[in-house]
């Protein structure tokens, strides 16, 4: 039923904020240039990789050693504008369709961070991971690594279909409004560097 919702769902978005999309991928061209889309691995269900599709929000402005500037320093207004929006997002829609996504669940963090996490932190690898998730509607990236986790780690204890459909009502809510988009010390998230105790890992 969850995947049946999950394809039912992405099609009727993706149909009808087609027009948006192509509008914003010609905006992106003009702004920041080639690709209008990026694609990244992240990892999956039993961490897995996929490759997680989004729109360009970021220049490719170099320092003189040829070396990428920070990621303020390379996210423009229109690219603030598309994330705040969650509009950057978009693609993921044809992610859920492949089956790599669902439309609830842990957001899929970065490969590198696999080999931090805890035996505990792996759990949030349990589920498929989603677009949006209790963690989302909780602080989003207002929130520290280890209540991020917290979070992930409950939805993977108590999912189902009534808690999916409260979360995406409340996830529309935080969309329009646009809250917790960046974090206190980042435009984004902080990097996640592992935990104090190197030895409570699972490597």
């Known amino acids: 039923m969850k995947r049946i919702i999950d394809l039912s769902v992405a099609l009727v978005i993706l149909l009808l904020a087609m027009p948006l999309m192509v509008f914003v991928a010609l905006l992106i061209r003009y702004r920041l240039g080639s690709p209008v889309l990026y694609k990244q691995q992240r990892p999956g269900r039993y961490g897995k990789p996929f490759g997680l599709y989004k729109f360009r929000s970021m220049s490719d402005n170099k320092d003189a050693s040829g070396i990428l500037l920070p990621d303020e320093l ?43 996490y805890t035996k505990e932190q792996h759990r949030r690898h349990d589920v498929k991971p989603g677009i949006t ?9 207002g929130l520290t690594w280890e209540t991020k986790f917290e979070h ?34 980042h435009v984004t998230m902080p990097k996640f560097t592992g935990n104090a105790n190197r030895l409570e890992r699972d490597l």
């Open 74 to 116: 390379r996210l423009t207004s229109f690219g603030k504008f598309i994330r705040s929006t969650s509009i950057d997002e978009l693609p993921q829609f044809i992610n859920i369709l492949k089956g790599d996504l669902s439309l609830v669940g842990p957001r899929p963090l970065l490969m590198e961070y696999l080999s931090l």
């Open 133 to 141: 998730g209790w963690a989302q509607i909780n602080g989003r990236n």
């Open 152 to 185: 992930d780690l409950w939805y993977v204890d108590h999912h189902s279909l009534k808690l999916d459909f409260y979360i995406m009502l409340r996830t529309i809510n935080i969309v329009v409004r646009r809250e917790n988009v960046a974090n206190e010390t």
